[in-house]
């Protein structure tokens, strides 16, 4: 059974760089690819992006600029960088599998994890 | 303003059938593969459609998907009340390069 575990702090300050991992268990990360994606409050769905194993990356092209991921697949997890937040990055994020072998779909999903941006 | 389109909201009685319509492009749906998404409150989404037409094992066969074109539909036949849940479609961009979802559809069943 693949399980996927958000984590990181739950308050970050305006202008400051809000840092997620994802832990990983039941799959290797060295196959697939590992995305992210957010849910602002009473919002829809979010991509922000990817990351390979090989360390590939794919960004949504609206926080490209900000953000960055990463993946250390010794220890079976996955990051996520996005710097200079706003109130406007307040939002659910989930970590979640994204599988390309029957057709491109979002297979297994972290429980999510609540960031608030706020000083 | 989402790429893929879809309206707010629709409903139906219980063991009527609805269906939930995601409107998009060649660049998207047209070329690439739709998915959708199952979310209650307070949970995370979960597949309940992939590959167009594939549901995973455990998603009942009252739901169905397909793809005409540039636009995707989920189809839930006897909706029941445990339907209730908000429905994300999904697809690969190739023009921009990126993921999209389209904005989301409440089903309520009433």
């Known amino acids: 059974q693949v399980h996927l575990q958000e984590s990181g702090p739950g308050l970050v300050k305006p202008s400051e760089t809000l840092s997620l991992t994802c832990t990983v268990s039941?799959?290797?990360?060295?196959?697939?690819?590992w995305g992210w994606v957010r849910q602002s409050p009473g919002k829809g769905l979010d991509y922000l992006g990817y990351?390979?194993?090989?360390?590939?990356?794919n960004y949504n092209p609206s926080v490209a600029s900000r953000l960055s991921m990463s993946i250390d697949t010794s220890a079976n997890q996955f990051s996520l960088r996005l710097t200079s937040v706003t109130a406007a990055d307040t939002a659910v994020y989930y970590c979640a599998r994204l599988s390309t072998i029957f057709g491109a779909n979002f297979d297994q999903w972290g429980r999510g994890i609540l960031v608030s941006v706020s000083s | 303003q989402s790429v893929l389109t879809q309206p707010p909201s629709v409903s139906a009685a219980p063991g009527q059938s609805v269906s939930i319509s995601c409107s998009g492009s060649?660049?998207?749906?047209?070329?690439?593969?739709v998915s959708w998404y199952q979310q209650f409150p307070g949970t995370a989404p979960r597949v309940v459609i992939y590959?167009?037409?594939e549901r995973p094992s455990e998603i009942p066969a009252r739901f169905y998907g397909s793809k005409s074109g540039t636009s995707a539909t989920l189809a839930i036949t006897a909706a029941q009340t445990g339907d209730e849940a908000h429905y994300y479609c999904?697809?690969?961009?190739?023009?921009?390069?990126?993921?999209?979802f389209g904005g989301g559809t409440m089903l309520t069943v009433l």
């Open positions: 990351v390979y194993h090989t360390g590939a990356t």
């Open positions: 060649t660049s998207n749906i047209g070329t690439k593969d």
């Open positions: 590959d167009n037409n």
């Open positions: 039941g799959a290797s990360t060295t196959a697939y690819y």
């Open positions: 999904g697809a690969w961009d190739s023009s921009l390069n990126t993921w999209v």
